[in-house]
Nanobody, 125 residues
């Protein structure tokens, strides 16, 4: 599986942004998809995940209520909509894919086998 993230850019605080991650391969629907982010000088952190089949979604408290993850298996694409953006949301955002049989801890980076190249989101105050 190859992942290509896009949609990053510069946005003012309070604004919104939509990220996309296009995946190659014919078994996209078998993968749990997630977004992580890494701010300068900080560790990579979990942002959102959606299970294969799209039935369950997970968010940490830091983005809950402001982020929405969705997927379109027909397009092999996962999306992340972020609203009410804050300067602390500034980071490189990465999409990740993990086969449903392997992902047991949604927030763990090691659970995911495939990673996109990252897309930079900058939120100005």
């Amino acid at each position: 599986v190859q992942l290509q993230a896009s949609g990053g850019g510069l946005v003012q605080a309070g604004g919104s942004l939509s990220l996309s991650c296009a995946a190659s391969g014919r078994t996209f629907s078998s993968y749990t998809m997630a977004w992580f982010r890494q701010a300068p000088g900080k560790e990579r952190e979990f942002v959102a995940a959606i299970l294969w089949g799209g039935g369950s979604r997970y968010y940490p408290d830091s983005v809950k209520g402001r982020a929405t993850i969705s997927r379109d298996d027909a397009k092999n694409t996962v999306y992340l909509q972020m609203n009410s953006l804050k300067p602390e949301d500034t980071a490189v955002y990465y999409c990740a894919a993990g086969h449903w049989s392997r992902v047991t801890y949604i927030q763990g980076m090691g659970q995911y086998d495939y990673w996109g190249q990252g897309t930079l989101v900058t939120v100005s105050s």
